[in-house]
């Protein structure tokens, strides 16, 4: 099918959160190795689930997580605390710091090619802080049609609502808008509505060099 426009998840598919972990202690002060870690990163970026760590009291309040900032601050540190950073804010300033993302080699490539295609792009994100700065860092930010984020929005995926007003926001159908994103759970609602959904790994930086493109390819681009 030839679509006509295109959303993209923003963490884990053009993007992904790569910060400093230098000087991250544990609750004694020492410094956390390389194991403890990589375990708080994937607490961190798990895009669905709700993570280890998180004191009972909070179960009820994460799937709010995205919609409002102050609570998404209480939540993820105390993820953080619970998951034993004895210095949580640290991390979660670095997380929201637009230098600690890191794009895919073929983020801007795609973006391009789609631009050049004549082809809108939105970026659907559950997010609770502005990402266009991590989009300007890389020169894109005008190549994005439209920023649909969860906590402007009061919706989260895979709720169908936000996948609706992106495709309103784009001037299409959902039939002829294909979202492409790394969450069958979360980014696969789109399906809900009727658009096409296209899943990539969400790999390391390193380790995934044409995700993105494959996909574009797959669909005529």
Not at 50 to 60: A, F, I, K, M, V
Not at 70 to 84: D, I, K, M
Not at 190 to 204: E, F, R
Request: some cysteine.
């Amino acid at each position: 099918m030839n679509f006509r426009g295109v959303l993209f998840d923003y963490s884990g598919t053009l993007f992904r959160l790569e910060p400093d972990l230098s000087g991250l202690v544990d609750h004694d002060g020492n410094p956390l190795d390389g194991e403890r870690q990589a375990e708080i990163m994937r607490r961190m970026t798990a895009p669905t689930g709700r993570p280890e760590g998180l004191p009972e009291r909070l179960y009820d309040q994460w799937h709010r997580r995205d919609l409002d900032p102050p609570l998404h601050r209480e939540l993820y540190l105390a993820v953080l605390h619970g998951s034993g950073v004895g210095n949580p804010e640290l991390l979660y300033h670095r997380m929201l710091d637009s230098t600690n993302w890191e794009a895919y080699p073929d983020t801007a490539a795609a973006l391009k090619t789609l631009a050049a295609a004549g082809i809108p792009v939105g970026v659907v994100s559950n997010i609770a802080w502005n990402i266009r700065p991590v989009f300007e860092r890389l020169g894109v930010a005008d190549l994005v049609t439209e920023f649909v984020l969860s906590f402007q929005e009061g919706a989260v995926k895979p709720d169908p609502r936000i996948f609706s007003v992106a495709c309103e926001r784009l001037g299409l159908l959902p039939e002829q808008v294909l979202m492409i994103g790394d969450s069958e759970e979360a980014d696969g609602g789109a399906a809900k509505i009727g658009c096409s959904v296209a899943i990539v790994d969400p790999l390391p930086v390193g380790q995934r060099p044409n995700g993105l493109l494959d996909v574009l390819a797959e669909n005529g681009w």
